[in-house]
């Protein structure tokens, strides 16, 4: 089958809930990845922040192939030698006390609302708690994610959603704590927002945040889905505001390709969920925590966080140079290997350019470049990418 006809055959049989870039993938090598015309690409989007450790891995896909052959799946009646493992693995890295498996992003959200929730029940009985989440944070797509998630683009038509949800700014101590009332249970929050525009925390708010939190018995819970797992220059991005959570989430780099999340959290606050609270089929399954041991063990090995820090500074300074060199770019920021590139005019044209020379680059909102490359980028792959992107820009710049 051909590109056309392989698309035309997708949207006969999918949900049209994406409006997808019009090549077929269909295999990676380190940080290149083919069509099925064999047309090749550098990568800067990792499967939106996914696959850390370069396609074709060999390790890592001999450890799943492994795994394959001894057990796929138990369910969580029993326990499994991987599972114990990467729950090892996780708290040592997080500095958290335990964790529940989940199979995405969003499930780990879930959880961790649940836990909230259940913990503020046993401290005073009462079912009306509420949550602060900021506005343009990104959490995921199920009926609790979304009520958290600070994007009325996304709610609208799904209302109504969970209760209990107030809105405040992101990096604006003053707007929490106009939204604080008694029943207020948790805050939660991205570190470093993702999907809502490449936008750091700033140290004084993440400090303040915790302190309020403290002073008034509120969990704080972080969203590390995106900005996790090295991608910041350190494990978790929190590790390096040295600001704590009582809960977190992770899941994207997490099984670097294989569906697999987690919320993990303080020993005091985990015990409030007991057997019954909580469950899930697949999640935690011996594979998927497979593939989690596996990456654990190869960001070790080749200190990918150490090399996110140095590639990290490295990426940020050549957009830099961009936001120098054109009006059209407004501000490049960002922290590590998760940056972004604020524009005058909608990024959506250039991706489409990049895409046609053979670079992979996904938005974060309508204006936004977003660069979350396989963490094993080297700084030879930035250059090629910025020399990539500079010619679409310079060629705009001609246009308009
Ligand atoms: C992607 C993302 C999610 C949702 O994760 P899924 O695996 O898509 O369910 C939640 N929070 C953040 C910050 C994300 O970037």
Redesign the pocket.
């Known amino acids: 089958m051909t590109t056309k006809e392989y698309i035309e055959e997708a949207e006969q049989h999918l949900i049209h809930t994406y409006n997808r870039y019009q090549i077929v993938l269909e295999k990676g090598e380190g940080v290149y990845l083919y069509d099925v015309d064999g047309k090749k690409y550098l990568d800067f989007a990792a499967g939106?922040?996914v696959f850390a450790l370069g396609y074709g891995n060999k390790e890592y896909n001999d450890a799943l192939k492994a795994q394959v052959d001894k057990l796929l799946h138990t369910s969580n009646l029993y326990y499994n030698v991987p599972a114990v493992e990467a729950a090892k693995k996780i708290t040592k890295q997080s500095g958290m006390d335990r964790v529940f498996f989940t199979n995405?992003?969003?499930?780990a959200?879930e959880g961790a609302i649940k836990l909230a929730r259940k913990y503020a029940y046993i401290k005073d009985n009462s079912t009306d708690h509420e949550i602060i989440a900021m506005n343009h944070s990104?959490?995921?797509?199920s009926i609790g994610?979304l009520s958290v998630t600070g994007n009325s683009k996304y709610q609208e038509a799904f209302k109504p959603l969970m209760g209990g949800v107030k809105f405040a700014d992101f990096n604006n101590l003053e707007s929490i704590k106009a939204q604080i009332t008694e029943k207020t249970c948790a805050i939660i929050m991205?570190p470093v927002q993702?999907?809502g525009g490449l936008y750091p925390a700033k140290k004084e708010f993440l400090e303040g945040v915790r302190d309020l939190c403290d002073k008034k018995g509120i969990l704080l819970i972080f969203?590390e889905?995106?900005?996790g797992m090295g991608r910041t220059g350190s494990m978790f991005a929190w590790q390096q505001y040295g600001v704590k959570p009582d809960i977190m989430?992770m899941?994207?780099a997490l099984g670097c390709g294989v569906p697999v999340?987690a919320f993990a959290a303080k020993e005091e606050v985990a015990k409030a969920l007991v057997p019954g609270d909580h469950g899930t089929t697949y999640g935690g399954n011996p594979f998927a925590c497979a593939a989690v041991n596996e990456v654990f063990r190869q960001f070790e090995e080749k200190n990918i966080v150490g090399h996110v820090k140095v590639v990290g500074e490295y990426l940020h300074k050549a957009l830099k140079g961009l936001e120098k060199k054109y009006d059209i770019v407004k501000e490049a920021r960002g922290i590590g290997l998760m940056q972004g590139l604020e524009l005058t005019i909608p990024a959506g044209d250039i991706i489409l350019k990049a895409l046609d020379k053979g670079l992979i680059l996904i938005t974060a909102g309508q204006n936004i470049i977003r660069f979350v490359p396989p963490l094993v980028i080297t700084e030879a792959n930035v250059d090629e990418m910025v020399a990539i992107l500079d010619n679409i820009l310079a060629e705009i710049k001609v246009s308009i």
């Open positions: 939106i922040a995405s992003g969003t499930e959200i990104f959490h995921g797509r994610a991205e993702g999907e969203d889905v995106q900005c989430a899941a994207k999340g």
